[in-house]
Structure formats: C-alpha cells, structure tokens
C-alpha cells in the first residue's frame, strides 16, 4: 500500500517569498493533517481536514497560511509571504475515521528553509 | 505550561541497558494515548498505543496512569537500533475529529 505521499522534499526560499507544498494522502484515508516541526520540537497542528471541510485550524497563522483540499483528496498549504521563523519540516498525514484512537500516518515532510 | 511534557534527554545508555521514558499531559479530557518513533531527519512512526491496563509489545512495555496523567514507556535490553526520539502523543477529542498533541520528544542514543 503507497503511503502518504509529499512534494517537494526540501524548498530553500528567502524570507517575504511564497512557497507551496503538496500531499496525497493514503488511499481512501477521509481525514488529512497538516503539522509543523521546528527543530527540536514536536509536531504541531497547523490544519485538519475532513475530506475537503476544515475541522481545526485553529493553530494555523491566518494571515501567511493557507491551506485547501479540493475534492477531498490532495491537499496544498502555502505560505505567503515566508518569515525567518518558519523554518522547518512541514508534515502532512492523513487517518481512516473511525480506526481505533484515530492512528495517522505520516510522509516523508518537506524541510523549509527560509533564509 | 506545554500540554504534553516530555525530558528531552539525551538519554545515552549501553547496548542492552533498561530505559524508561517519562510523559505528562495537561488535558483531562484526553482519551486516547501513544508512542510515536521518530529517526533523525524522518517521520514519526507509531511505536505502540497506550492502555490504562498496561500493554506491551516484546521488549517495550507502556503504562498510562489517569489520575496522574502519567504515561511511560520502558524499553528493555535495548539494541543499536533503538536509537531515535520517541515521541508522546495524547488525542484530545473523538475518534473522529480528535486532533493529537505532540510532546517534544526524548531522545535515546544506545551505544555499543
């Protein structure tokens, strides 16, 4: 089974400049996530999906980043314009409603560096 | 105060040494619980759910304590490949639409 799939692996931009990242999440797989890793840290939530509705955005900065899922089944997040302090690994995963604990999977991620 | 708290470490142990990991959490609504692996430079894999009545999986072994909001986890005669950050996740919300919190992750380096 193919996992979760993320485009592009590593993007370096300057600041002010916009970015974007794609994700194809596991076949058939209704709910997708998008997260942020900075360095050090763990994951963080920036944006839920329930197929192409939002459920929580609640940590996602409205004001640079956006983020769509059209016809519930990719999804891109971007970023405009970039800041020094959004440097790091975007992660995208994507879960089936209704497995036990909500189990996600993740891709690979995409390594922002904003200089 | 962050909502999953984990040691950062590192944690450096021989090869065959016994390793626990402690986790707290803030949200007493959380309803379900996890140990996520993280190699350097990939992403997080589950590593193992966590019950209120113990369980574990060969050499490791999770606890989840409730009333303390207290999760470990134990890793017994570690190997090389052990070696990663482990990550301590809590689900705030349904089956469904829950989100996860992340702690920051302890980092175990086994060596020979």
């Known amino acids: 089974e193919a996992g979760v799939a993320q485009s592009p692996r590593y993007k370096i931009i300057e600041k002010r400049q916009s970015v974007a990242f794609w994700c194809n999440p596991i076949s058939g797989h209704a709910t997708l996530y998008w997260y942020q890793q900075i360095l050090g840290q763990g994951p963080k939530l920036l944006i839920q999906?329930?197929?192409?509705?939002?459920?929580?955005d609640s940590q996602l900065p409205k004001d640079r980043f956006s983020a769509e899922r059209l016809k519930g089944v990719d999804s891109t997040l971007k970023i405009q314009p970039a800041k020094l302090e959004d440097s790091a690994v975007y992660l995208c995963?994507?879960?089936?409603?209704?497995?036990?604990?909500?189990?996600?999977?993740f891709g690979a991620g995409t390594r922002l560096s904003v200089l | 105060r962050k909502e999953v708290e984990q040691d950062p470490g590192p944690f450096n142990v021989p090869e065959g040494a016994t390793v626990a990991f402690n986790c707290t959490y803030s949200n007493s609504a959380s309803q379900s619980f996890f140990w996520y692996r993280q190699d350097c430079r990939k992403e997080p894999k589950l590593l193992m759910s966590v019950y209120s009545s113990g369980n574990e999986d060969g050499r490791f072994t999770a606890q989840l304590n409730r009333a303390s909001q207290y999760i470990s986890l134990l890793i017994r005669d570690s190997k090389l490949s052990d070696s990663a950050t482990y990550l301590c996740?809590?689900?705030?919300?349904?089956?469904?639409?829950?989100?996860?919190?992340f702690g920051q992750g302890t980092t175990l380096q086994v060596k020979p």
């Open positions: 999906f329930q197929n192409n509705g939002v459920v929580d």
């Open positions: 995963a994507s879960s089936l409603p209704g497995t036990s604990g909500n189990i996600q999977y």
């Open positions: 996740v809590v689900r705030v919300g349904s089956s469904n639409t829950g989100k996860l919190i």
